[in-house]
């Protein structure tokens, strides 16, 4: 978010690339791959999904993981997708 930044505002993107490289080393505990779920919701009523930490590592890689988690972690608020821009991981 660049709040490190003496140019640092809150309704501005800062031009800051954050670059992760190797997010396929990324340390991910066993435990954690079967229990931890994420939630997807179309709107329509019973379509709730369930898909665990494993399954998405399975299916999209370790970097869709590192993605959400710091998607969760920045403002929920217009800029968040522009910020998310910013982010560039690689395998």
């Not at 992760?20 to 505990?29: G, K």
């Not at 369930?50 to 370790?62: A, D, F, N, W």
């Amino acid at each position: 978010m660049g709040k490190n930044r003496t140019d640092f505002a809150k309704n501005r993107i800062p031009d800051v690339e954050v670059e992760v490289v190797s997010s396929s080393q990324m340390s991910l505990s066993p435990k954690k791959l079967k229990e931890k779920m994420y939630y997807t919701h179309s709107g329509f009523p019973g379509n709730l999904r369930e898909r665990s930490q494993e399954h998405l590592v399975k299916t999209k890689g370790s970097k869709e993981v590192l993605r959400r988690a710091v998607y969760g972690m920045l403002p929920k608020n217009k800029l968040r997708a522009r910020m998310m821009k910013n982010l560039k991981i690689k395998e």
